[in-house]
T-cell receptor, first 112, second 109 residues
Framework: EAGVTQSPTHLIKTRGQQATLRCSPISGHTSVYWYQQALGLGLQFLLWYDEGEERNRGNFPPRFSGRQFPNYSSELNVNALELEDSALYLCASSPPGPYGYTFGSGTRLTVV | QKEVEQNSGPLSVPEGAIASLNCTYS??????FFWYRQYSGKSPELIMSIYSNGDKEDGRFTAQLNKASQYVSLLIRDSQPSDSATYLCAVGTGNQFYFGTGTSLTVIP
């Protein structure tokens, strides 16, 4: 069974640009979660999508946005990139119910 | 804000010893509890889940839950150098979970 896949693995952008990160959940998983993990820090919750709808978002500015497609894959968009957006962005998926998340390998975003 | 607290460590134990990792949470309505292991530069990996009071054992790992005290712990028996990682506690209800900042564990050969 394929796990959660994220692309790209690494992304380098210039301050002010836009970044798009992609995630494909495990087959059968309808929920997708996005987390930011800055170097040496914990997981910061960004967004939760389920059945194509945004269910919850963390304490991040509106320039962090995303969507979930009919096949349950998801993308995270970060507009007007700032240097402090440099982090590992993790996508996770879960089936319906309290079964815990499976994480992808992450996208390392570097803003220069 | 639903809080999940962990000691950041670092926690150091000798090889073969028992490592004890602790987590407290603020939301008394929480129903699901997880432990993740994260190696440096890697993504978190689910290692234990527990939903009811008491102990749950899986190999060298034991998760303990006390909902009255809002406390969940992870014991690692016969610790190995390969257990050296950051351990994240996650607590939540339904599909929404909140993570602690993690405890760094080093197992010394």
């Amino acid at each position: 069974e394929a796990g959660v896949t994220q692309s790209p693995t690494h992304l380098i952008k210039t301050r002010g640009q836009q970044a798009t990160l992609r995630c494909s959940p495990i087959s059968g998983h309808t929920s997708v979660y996005w987390y930011q993990q800055a170097l040496g820090l914990g997981l910061q919750f960004l967004l939760w999508y389920d059945e194509g709808e945004e269910r919850n978002r963390g304490n991040f500015p509106p320039r962090f946005s995303g969507r979930q497609f009919p096949n349950y894959s998801s993308e995270l968009n970060v507009n007007a990139l700032e240097l402090e957006d440099s982090a590992l962005y993790l996508c996770a998926s879960s089936p319906p119910g309290p079964y815990g998340y499976t994480f992808g390998s992450g996208t390392r975003l570097t803003v220069v | 804000q639903k809080e999940v607290e962990q000691n950041s460590g670092p926690l150091s134990v000798p090889e073969g010893a028992i490592a004890s990792l602790n987590c407290t949470y603020s939301d008394r309505g929480s129903q699901s509890f997880f432990w993740y292991r994260q190696y440096s530069g890697k993504s978190p990996e689910l290692i234990m889940s527990i939903y009811s009071n008491g102990d749950k054992e899986d190999g060298r790992f034991t998760a303990q839950l006390n909902k009255a005290s809002q406390y969940v712990s992870l014991l690692i028996r016969d610790s190995q150098p390969s257990d050296s990682a950051t351990y994240l506690c996650a607590v939540g209800t339904g599909n929404q979970f909140y993570f602690g900042t993690g405890t760094s564990l080093t197992v010394i050969p």
